[in-house]
């Protein structure tokens, strides 16, 4: 026997009602443990006590090193975004860009430190030796500093979505002389095409 048209129309709706609820409820679990997770790192970072947060304290520092202190701020955002919307992560290139500066930033920090990650003590952790590691290997131990900065730099600009110039004032003046044709100083005006 077919099933009334307004009975399945009802049983839909009372389906996705459900499924709208079940929903939430994994939201709101999810952000409760994300919460819980930010204040177990913060005790582990702090004052490592019993054997799960001494294990996550090495963990957190050998993978991330000086990174690892940094680590429950977006755990503790990721998990208020679901109640407060604004604070949802929103797929962008300025999100990317954050994302791909701090790991340079780890990078660089063990570039200049250069201690060994196992000891848990390093700047940059295995993450900052890997990316750090992978540059020398192909720029040398010179041109990786100059690599991760321009990089860095790169990531700075797209993340804030404004021009150099606004972040190094100088470099605003320079640009603003070489579009004038003064570069050279005390010149006035443009130079010509026969050097005057």
């Known amino acids: 026997m077919l099933q009334p048209i307004w009975d399945r129309d009802r049983s839909k709706r009372r389906r996705g009602a459900q499924r709208e609820v079940d929903d939430r409820v994994r939201n709101e679990v999810v952000g409760i443990a994300l919460l819980a997770v930010a204040l177990l790192s913060i005790i582990a970072l702090a004052a490592p ?8 304290h090495a963990a957190l520092r ?3 090193g000086w990174g690892a202190l940094v680590v ?17 992560p929103r797929v962008s290139a300025a999100l990317a860009a954050t994302i ?18 196992t000891t848990g003590d390093s700047a940059g952790g295995f ?3 890997a ?19 321009a990089l860095l730099l790169a990531c700075a600009v797209v993340a804030a ?13 320079l640009r603003d002389h070489f579009a004038s044709g003064r570069i050279l100083p005390g010149r006035t005006a443009p130079v010509d095409d026969d050097g005057t």
């Open 49 to 56: 006590e019993g054997a799960l947060l001494a294990w996550w």
């Open 62 to 64: 050998a993978t991330l």
């Open 72 to 88: 429950p701020a977006p755990l503790v955002l990721l998990g208020l975004a679901v109640w407060v919307d604004a604070l949802r």
């Open 100 to 117: 791909v500066g701090a790991f340079v930033l780890l990078a660089l920090a063990q570039h200049y430190q250069d201690v060994d990650p």
């Open 127 to 129: 993450v900052g030796a």
């Open 131 to 149: 990316i750090a590691g992978a540059l020398h290997g192909v720029l040398g131990t010179v041109g990786t500093p100059i690599a991760l900065g």
């Open 161 to 173: 979505n404004r021009p150099l110039g606004e972040f190094v004032p100088p470099f605003g003046r």
